[in-house]
């Protein structure tokens, strides 16, 4: 069983900056892809970006247009996604997940499902204001 834990979210204006942590325990956190969600009220949870085990591969959703940046330590058990350039229609609650399950081929595709991941943080909210 993995524990996610996400924090940083917060109130920011327009143009700022936040950065999300998601801290993990119960199993070795450097197996587990990291993804990070966003979920707005009445809509689906959409996919904002992924970082594969090693770091080494990384994947964004379209509209995050380089505003973006994923990371990870596994030192820490800790992935981040650092957000720049915010914009109000970024308010939403975000949420961090795991899995340690890995396509054979297609890897942006099914990182950026979220059937793909096994589990979920309780969520944090950003809200950006005009």
């Known amino acids: 069983q993995v524990q996610l834990v996400e924090s940083g979210g917060g109130l920011v204006q327009t143009g700022g900056s936040l950065r999300l942590s998601c801290a993990t325990s119960?199993?070795?956190?450097?197996?587990?892809?990291m993804g990070w969600f966003r979920q707005a009220p009445g809509k689906e949870r959409e996919f904002v970006s992924a970082v594969v085990w090693g770091g080494s591969s990384t994947y964004y959703a379209d509209y995050v247009m380089g505003r973006l940046a994923i990371s990870r330590d596994n030192a820490n058990n800790t992935a981040y996604l650092q957000m720049n350039s915010l914009k109000p229609e970024d308010t939403t609650v975000y949420y961090c997940a795991a899995t340690h399950r890995a396509p054979l081929w297609n890897s942006e595709t099914y990182y950026s499902n979220r059937g793909s991941y096994d589990y979920w943080g309780q969520g944090t909210q950003v809200t950006v204001s005009s």
């Open positions: 119960g199993r070795t956190f450097s197996g587990y892809t």
